[in-house]
């Protein structure tokens, strides 16, 4: 079950909930009770350590191990 992030309506407080696909309509407010809530979109880290590799990596097709100059 994925977790997702949820900003109340009633009291503007957002929270996580473990929540599976086929009952996200019992989700409610932990702080304030409330049933209107709505699912936001997830941000992720776009950054990266200095000196990270950027691409491929898992072997195979632009992976670097096929030789087929991706």
């Known amino acids: 079950m994925p977790i997702y992030e949820y ?6 407080r957002t929270f996580e909930e ?3 696909a086929s009952d996200e ?9 409330e ?10 880290a776009t950054s990266r350590p200095e000196g ?3 691409g491929g ?3 195979g097709c632009c992976g670097g191990s096929c ?4």
């Open 57 to 59: 990596g898992g072997g």
């Open 35 to 44: 049933a209107a809530v709505t699912r936001l979109l997830s941000s992720f």
């Open 25 to 33: 309509s019992g989700v409610r407010c932990p702080e304030c009770g």
């Open 18 to 20: 473990l929540v599976s």
């Open 7 to 12: 900003l109340c309506a009633g009291c503007s």
């Open 52 to 54: 990270a590799m950027v």
């Open 67 to 70: 030789g087929c100059g991706h």
